[in-house]
Nanobody
Framework: QVQLVESGGGLVQPGGSLRLSCAGS????????MGWYRQPPGNQRELVAE???????NYADSVKGRFTIFRDNTKNTVYLQMNRLKPEDTAVYYC???????WGQGTQVTVSS
C-alpha cells in the first residue's frame, strides 16, 4: 500500500500563503480520490478539498476561492495551495484517499499574527 506523508505546514500571518504537499511512497495513479482534511483544535476532522484522478475538484465553502488542490502524478504528490489564510484555518491538515488506511500524522498550520 502506498504510504502518504504530509508536509509544508507552519506558522503564517493572516493573509499569507502556504503550500502543503502529500507525497506518496509510490505511484498515486490508482488513487482515484485524494482529499485534504483538517482538524482544528477541539473540533472534528473535516474535508476541505478533494480531487479525482481525472482532475475534478471540490471544495468546502469555507475555503472556496482561497485554496486550490492539484496533483502531480509524475511526482506522486498532491498539493494544497492555501492563499489569504485566516486564523480559523488553523488546524492539523491531513491527506487521505478515502480508504480504510490509517491516518497519517498530518502537518500543523497555524495562522496568527
Amino acid at each position: 500500500q502506498v504510504q502518504l506523508v504530509e508536509s509544508g505546514g507552519g506558522l503564517v500571518q493572516p493573509g499569507g500563503s502556504l503550500r502543503l504537499s502529500c507525497a506518496g511512497s509510490g505511484s498515486i495513479l490508482n488513487l482515484n480520490f485524494m482529499g485534504w482534511y483538517r482538524q482544528p483544535p477541539g473540533n472534528q476532522r473535516e474535508l476541505v478539498a478533494e480531487i479525482t484522478s481525472g482532475g475534478s475538484t471540490n471544495y468546502a465553502d469555507s475555503v472556496k476561492g482561497r485554496f486550490t488542490i492539484f496533483r502531480d502524478n509524475t511526482k506522486n504528490t498532491v498539493y494544497l495551495q492555501m492563499n489569504r489564510l485566516k486564523p480559523e484555518d488553523t488546524a492539523v491538515y491531513y491527506c487521505h484517499d478515502g480508504s480504510k488506511r490509517p491516518w497519517g500524522q498530518g502537518t500543523q498550520v497555524t495562522v496568527s499574527s
